[in-house]
């Protein structure tokens, strides 16, 4: 079993930075590959980007060049770093964890889910 915590969460001002992270339990962390979604009310689950093991990632246009990932795995904890954030950006950002090495932008991938963290962007 692994657990998920995010953690870093809040309100900032459109342009503002902000850096999520997500705390994981469990020895084979480094194994696993993370992904970051995240849900807008009254809008679908969103993917926001991932990370193999390896530390290769993979987002979305909606977010590239804006959202990097990266971990640290002897910390058992992987980071969302926000830059440039829009109003649009706005949810409920949730952690995932897969069992596998490489996982994509499906939910269905992943097997573990933190929480979740909000993030309001106001205007």
């Known amino acids: 079993q692994v657990q998920l915590v995010e953690s870093g969460g809040g309100l900032v001002q459109a342009g503002d930075s902000l850096r999520l992270s997500c705390a994981a339990s469990g020895r084979t962390f480094s194994s696993y590959a993370m992904g970051w979604f995240r849900q807008a009310p009254g809008k679908e689950r969103e993917f926001v980007g991932s990370?193999?093991?390896?530390?290769?990632?993979y987002y979305p246009d909606s977010v590239k060049g804006r959202f990097t990932i990266s971990r640290d795995n002897a910390k058992n904890t992987v980071f969302l770093q926000m830059n440039s954030l829009k109003p649009e950006d706005t949810a409920v950002y949730y952690c995932?964890?897969?069992?596998?090495?490489?996982?994509?932008?499906?939910?269905?991938?992943?097997?573990?889910w933190g929480q979740g963290a909000q993030v309001t962007v106001s205007s």
């Open positions: 990370i193999a093991w390896s530390g290769s990632t």
């Open positions: 995932a964890a897969s069992t596998r090495a490489y996982s994509g932008s499906y939910s269905s991938e992943y097997n573990y």
